[in-house]
């Protein structure tokens, strides 16, 4: 995807707090949430597309940090298109959404979440909560 207008990159900011998702520093980029892939798009992404992410967490989604990227939305599979289809977990605040165009969320219940998250990605999904060993966001999970 291209960069991020100047109104998009704010409406991500704001809805995230200026923090990052992962892990809640102040100090935040942009991170899109589908890999482009090398020689980018020209689609322009909207508020849906991306996420606010420190410069470390940001490194970490696209490498060894991958795999919890994907359990938790932050990043999304090339072939889902629409990446609004997968809920996101803000870490700081604990909480699953829904991102919304112009930089709204709708939060979810957890079971609702897990729920889309499975829809979408099937067992691939619990496969990589299974690899994480952490309950963080997961709550009910083991209930399902």
Known sequence: MAKPSDVVRGEVYRREQFRCIRCGRASVTFQHRISDGIGGSRVEPTAVDGLAACLWCNEGFEHAGQTEALAYGWKVRRWVREAGRVPVFNRPLRLW???TVGGGVVVLQPRDAIGVMRSV??????????ALHEPVGMQGRTAL
Do not use: I, T
Request: no cysteine; hydrophobic share 45%.
């Open 97 to 99: 959404a829904r991102l």
């Open 121 to 130: 990605y099937g067992a691939e999904w619990d496969r990589w909560v299974d």
